[in-house]
């Protein structure tokens, strides 16, 4: 049991870092292209990586088998919500209230979305049953 649960917070971690570089292109495309705000910026950036989290997660990282299932999606994205609330705020009080430089702010959120991220997957989207 031990040893599954490493290996799939290895895979995870994989496919959280194809998400990750899915989400930091786009959210610099939007921070430094476009020169929209940090926060929406990452709100938007990171909801690209959560459609790519869903298909690897759930096909590699936990080998769920059979077909799509609406109400699991809908946990996912409940999950990345949280996720994503919670990384918002790193986000957020890293740059403004640490005053620390918005891609390591950024840095600081990701790794907060990645422990949400895998404890809300692994016990309550793709758990076993």
Known sequence: MKKRIEI??????LVGLLNTAIDLGVFTLLTA?????????HV?????????????????TFQKKGKFHPA??????????????????????????AGMHVYLSKLGAVFCSLLV?????????????
């Open 72 to 97: 699991e999606f809908l946990k996912f994205v409940l999950v990345n919500l949280v996720s994503l609330g919670a990384s918002a705020l790193v986000l957020y009080y890293l740059e403004t209230g």
């Open 117 to 129: 991220n895998f404890a809300g997957s692994k016990l309550i989207v793709f758990r076993d049953q």
């Open 8 to 13: 799939q917070l290895v895979k995870f971690g």
């Open 33 to 41: 292209a476009v020169r929209l705000d940090s926060v929406i910026s």
């Open 44 to 60: 938007i950036s990171y909801s690209c990586g959560v459609i790519n989290s869903y298909y690897w997660n759930r096909t590699w």
